[in-house]
């Protein structure tokens, strides 16, 4: 079991920046893609933004490219994304998520998540 803790939400205007944190315990973190996905009301989960477990390798939303950066530190048990340019459309409950292999954009494929965190962008 990998157990997955997320923090760094809030409240930002539109144009500003957050930066969500995954603390990761329990198995090895590091034997794992970790992924970022976000839930906005009346609407379905959805990929942001993954990560290989070397970090070499990441994917991302289009909605995202170029705002957004994933990024993990395995010494520490941790994943981030750096969000910037932020936009009201980007409010949402972010999770991070855990699954053996590759990354991928796929909800079911990830068998560990968190809580959830909330991001509001105001307008």
């Known amino acids: 079991q990998v157990q997955l803790v997320e923090s760094g939400g809030g409240l930002v205007q539109a144009g500003g920046s957050l930066r969500l944190s995954c603390a990761a315990s329990?198995?090895?973190?590091?034997?794992?893609?970790m992924g970022w996905f976000r839930q906005a009301p009346g609407k379905e989960r959805e990929f942001v933004a993954a990560?290989?477990?070397?970090?070499?390798?990441?994917l991302y939303a289009d909605f995202v490219k170029g705002r957004f950066t994933i990024s993990r530190d395995n010494a520490k048990n941790m994943m981030y994304l750096q969000m910037n340019s932020l936009k009201p459309e980007d409010t949402a409950v972010y999770y991070c998520a855990g699954k053996g292999g590759s990354g991928s954009m796929v909800v079911s494929q990830y068998p560990y998540w968190g809580q959830g965190n909330q991001v509001t962008v105001s307008a």
């Open positions: 329990g198995r090895t973190f590091v034997n794992y893609a």
């Open positions: 990560i290989r477990w070397s970090g070499g390798s990441t």
